[in-house]
């Protein structure tokens, strides 16, 4: 079996990144306003719900 040639302290580096990046991506979709049109859609929705 070949012997990995990527040190545990780069592999741990590596991982820290790809966490910090997606954290990153994540949060920014959380900040994202919401599109009118998706908010209408969800109006009309609500609406139905206590029409009933």
């Given at each position: ?50 029409s009933?």
């Amino acid at each position: 079996m070949a012997k990995s040639t990527v040190s545990e302290n780069t592999r741990t580096n590596l991982r820290r990144q790809i966490d910090e990046n997606l954290r990153r991506a994540y949060q920014e979709e959380l900040e994202r306003e919401v599109p009118d049109k998706f908010r209408e859609l969800l109006d009309q929705l609500r609406g139905k719900e206590t029409s009933k």
